[in-house]
Every structure is written in C-alpha cells, then in structure tokens.
C-alpha cells in the first residue's frame, strides 16, 4: 500500500517500520478528529503487514 507516494521508503530499510507506523498513527489520529472513528493502531499495523512478503516481490 502506498500511504504517502513522496516520502515512499523501500520496505527492507532499517526505519521503514518506524516510519509506516508514524504514517499509521496520523492516519487514525485524522479519522479520529475528523469522523470520530477509533481504530487500534496494532489493528492496523498487523492488516496493512499481513502480506508482507509478498508485496516485497514487487
């Protein structure tokens, strides 16, 4: 999934995990305050990495 095509890391990169759970946290925060909507950031960690492996072959 592309989150933020500008600041786009590649996935093997040390701080790749660090940085998509940043753009994960401002994502939630955003529907949050927008639309009151709550969601778990581990929630959405582990289903936007669920594939992981095969979206690495891409």
Do not use: G, M
Not at 34 to 57: F, G, H, M, P
């Amino acid at each position: 999934y592309v989150i933020d095509w500008p600041q786009a890391r590649e996935a093997n990169r040390p701080e790749s995990q660090e940085l998509l759970l940043r753009d994960i946290r401002n994502i939630i925060v955003f529907f949050k305050r927008k639309y009151d909507i709550q969601y778990a950031v581990d929630k959405a960690y582990a289903y936007v990495t669920e594939n992981r492996q095969e979206s690495l072959r891409f």
